[in-house]
Each structure stands twice: as C-alpha cells, then as structure tokens.
C-alpha cells in the first residue's frame, strides 16, 4: 500500500501563492506518476499537474494557466505543487494521487488512472 498526506492548504487571499507538499509513504517505490488534482464543491475532480518520479517530466491542464507548478524530490518522495495569482475560483480540496503504471500521458487527467488517493488539503481563497 501506499500512503499520501497532503499539506500546506488554508486560507489565502486573492493573489497570493502558496505552496502544497504531498508526502508519499509505505510502497511510494512502486509508484510512477504523480498528480495534483483539485475538486471544488459540487464540481469534478480535476488534474491541475502530473509528474514522473523517474525524469520529472511534467504535464499540465489549463485548470491554472500556467499559475501552478509540480515538482518532486524523488530522494524524499515528496511532491510539490506552487500556485501563484490565486483566485477566489482556486477555491477547492486538493488532492494528491499516486499511479503505478508508467504510462505518461492524455491519460494523466482521468481521476481513474490513479491508484492512491490522499485525503486532501482545503484551499479557500477570498477575495
């Protein structure tokens, strides 16, 4: 099994950044791929950003418009994800998921594809 705990989430206000770490313990070895998702109160859940452990290569949605950034520290499997310009609209749970195939991809936005889910972190944004 595989373990994700999210944190750094809270209340910010309109145009600040903020930094989330995701923490991936228990198996992380057997993981490839790495997602940030967010889900906003009656709305899917959807990817903002994904990343490999192995090359760090990166894919990235519109949801922020380049206003996000991933990135891991594969020694200490964390995953990072910066977010800057917040809006009121960024309002959401956050989450972090773990695949285990390598597959890296169009396939990286589908919520299904993942194996590991966090517990998420709450963002609330005012404006």
């Known amino acids: 099994q595989v373990q994700l705990e999210e944190s750094g989430g809270g209340l910010v206000q309109a145009g600040d950044s903020l930094r989330l770490s995701c923490a991936a313990t228990?198996?992380?070895?057997?993981?490839?791929?790495m997602g940030w998702f967010r889900q906003a109160p009656g709305k899917e859940r959807n990817l903002i950003a994904a990343?490999?452990?192995?090359?760090?290569?990166?894919f990235y949605t519109d949801s922020m418009k380049d206003r996000a950034s991933i990135s891991r520290d594969n020694a200490k499997k964390m995953v990072y994800l910066e977010m800057t310009s917040l809006k009121s609209e960024d309002t959401a749970v956050y989450y972090c998921?773990?695949?285990?195939?390598?597959?890296?991809?169009?396939?990286?936005?589908?919520?299904?594809?993942?194996?590991?889910w966090g517990q998420g972190t709450q963002v609330t944004v005012s404006s």
């Open positions: 990343i490999t452990w192995s090359q760090g290569n990166t």
């Open positions: 998921a773990a695949r285990t195939s390598a597959v890296f991809g169009i396939h990286n936005a589908a919520p299904a594809t993942y194996d590991y």
């Open positions: 228990g198996r992380a070895f057997t993981t490839r791929v």
